[in-house]
């Protein structure tokens, strides 16, 4: 019987999506016991901005949390989402710093490597492939899913392929955005399946509220398993509840075998974790359609809305959603996802309030215009990439081929605050972020930002329906 | 192309479920007009729990409610839920009070009757079904869904099919507990649409998180149609989101047709309408998977949890939970819903609390063993019925065979306070409260219950996460 594989992503994905990536381990650690007997396929439990929030805010060392978890979780997967040549930062890094990482990261415990490009560009993924088996571990490719008249199934199903070609041991459809529907997951997942030998999972964001029919169909249609959070840091921007899930599955043949009443309990747990940080609850994380109409994430316009606002120009919102499919046209279709959101969102910002298009261009719009991020799958504007830049030639190799090694660099840069190649990789990631990390813990002065006191409690516990029918 | 047909429950259910029935009309006819242009198949307005909040608390005349809906809703087909020979009231009423009832209704703007006894005791409603069809409007009979060894599928298509013979224009699969799983619902829809050729229609609580995945496989499966709530008051204990499952259906062959940008604007309406009623929140509504492993409502535990509270026996609980199983098949496997939760739930309470099992009995309990609220499916535990009633006798008639007509006794007991028939008949669903009600609007002293200011807004709109994958 094909039990479907569970993946939650309670200690990454939920509490980024939900209260901003600040959940810290001394919350994480007490309920391990419980979440590794659920028997979960894994736990996602690293990603750029846990590792980057670690850093920055709650003054953890993100390796050592994972070696805490690593012990505290000795029966479960860990699982972590990496982004290709980028890792955890925000550039492209040469291929011996990707290496280092993939590798240190394996050692120190994790299991299951979910890779992705942005751009769905695979050259910046395959190093990190690569290392992930040499290291003998889980390589999941990522494909990053969108829609636009070239993302046909055909070409997904070209890039699960490429995925399978390149060593991946299994391929994640990966709806950052909430843009699938069920019938689209349907056609994708079933067309997949019959397509490659490796698994399928769905990644899918409850943002519109269809993630959970997504899933269900994906299984329906051969899809080896999909990821959750659960309940009480599930929905909205986040994922579907795992406790549901495994409902909706039971006595199927397809039942997750989970233990219910155990994810009950770990349930509760969070919900009372959860009122510790309602200080960075938000207004935008809610369930929200608009997706499925404009296409443009959630995620994006709460950015956007802070921008606009910002500059005074909040009534300026709708021509901004406008503009965003133009821009991401002329930029040929990439999907939206951290960086290609940002890039794509602030030129339509700047197109919008600057009276004329592109009479400003980002410095970022212009290094993708330059090949740096990659390929689009699409087809560049030859208008806009004169604008910005001129007759500068263009990448066309792998961006990282231009990269120099530069582990040993980074090495002598930071010194002897780095008591370890894992901090050297902290470093790497976060340039001057991780420095003050480092030099703040060698002043033993890591103070993580301070938690409002809780909410008074004005739960009532009266005023449930009396009748229900 | 069969396009399946959405009933919005945001004026009836879907706040009956959530700020406990308190919406008022004034904040819902500001929205009549967008509700109007969607296309929805129905809009559900009506119900006990309406009635009863308008009189009780909003002071407002239902029946006055209707006409204004009425009124701003006419391209929209309205929806009530009628007890059967309940009614919307806490007893069993003389066939009279129930044709005038349905009567009434109907003339005052009622197109959709959804009816049934919570005993699926289909003699129960057999006087409204007949009545609707005179009054020219649709009788939708619905199924009560439950578990037990005895509610096998060929039983619910057995009712499925009396519904049909007795005259019903749709058969309404009645999930009140969010009992149903997406697998049983699609066996279940479909057994009932290839066995009957009026259409099937699903209305499934969100409490487990399932609602929305069971309506799918419920379409897929044949199904004509299923109930939603506007975003902004769905999910839990309340509805999946309309807009969602609009988004889910677009572009298949099933698609609803109805207009998602208009009903994203709904959502946002009602958004702000919520704030209003924030007093009437609840820890209770959430997602709560416990009734997928228990079988108890939600509803029921939090009216239980507030009954041990007051005893002080709230560490009970668990047994109280374990005891409603075996009582409710002492019982005859009555599905659980209102008044059957309460009559359940109260004496498992006394069982457990009294320290021997039926020690003490409710009234109601008595009641419903002399055959009062009508026949169970099960077999009723001689031993159970002897405690309860000793050798009295059983009523196998139908309960209302022993009601005389009453609409005249009720007219002269409320004399000139009433003004209309309708006001009778408000007397006769609450005769306290409707009398009250009736002398306070003649003395001018009709006094809605107060609100209470508005929150502070702690939303802060800078906590979304800026990064998102
Ligand atoms: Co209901
Ligand atoms: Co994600």
Known sequence: ??????????????????????????????????LDRVGYWSLEVWGGATFDACVRFLKEDPWERLRQLRKALP??????????????????????????FVARAADN???????????????????????????????????????????TLD?????????????????????MAGLLTPNVTAQLVSALVSELEIPVFTHSHATAGL????????????????????????????????????????D?????????????????????IRKKYHQFESEFTGLDTRVQVNQVPGGMISNLSNQLKEQGALTRMNEVLEEIPRVRKELGYPPLVTPTSQIVGSQAVMN???GKRYATITNEVKHYLQGRYGQALGEISPQVQHMAIGNEEVIKCRPADLIP?????????????????????????????????LQQREDGKLIPEPLEPPNVNNANGHKAATEFN
Do not use: W
């Open 75 to 100: 029966n479960t997967q860990l699982q972590m989402l990496l982004r290709g040549q980028n890792l955890l930062g925000y550039r492209h890094y040469a291929d011996d710093v990707v290496r280092e």
């Open 352 to 354: 919008v309030l600057g």
């Open 211 to 250: 993630a959970d029919m997504c899933h269900y169909k994906a299984v329906e249609n051969g899809a080896a398993g999909f990821d959750t959070a659960i309940s009480s840091f599930s929905g909205g921007t986040s994922h579907p509840p795992t406790e549901s899930m495994v409902a909706a599955f039971r």
């Open 405 to 437: 090694p530069e582990m040993e660099k980074l090495r002598k840069e930071i010194g002897p605050l780095a008591k370890s190649e894992e901090d050297v990789l902290t470093y790497a990631m976060f340039p001057e972020l991780g420095r003050d990390f």
């Open 155 to 175: 070409r997904f199903v070209q890039l699960g392929k490429d995925l399978q070609e390149m060593g991946c041991d299994s391929v994640a459809i990966k709806d």
């Open 1 to 34: 019987m094909p039990k479907v594989k569970i993946t939650d992503t309670i200690l990454r994905d939920a509490h980024q999506s939900l209260i901003a990536t600040r959940m810290r381990t001394e919350d994480m650690l007490p309920i391990c016991e419980k």
């Open 252 to 272: 199927t043949e397809y039942d997750s075998g989970l233990d219910l009443p155990l994810l009950q309990e770990v349930g509760f747990y969070f919900r009372e």
């Open 109 to 151: 415990g994790m299991d299951i490597f979910r890779i992705f490009d942005a751009m769905n560009d695979l050259r910046n993924i395959r190093v990190s492939i690569e290392t992930v088996k040499q290291s003998g571990k889980h390589a999941q490719g990522a494909i990053c899913y969108t829609t636009s008249p070239i993302h």
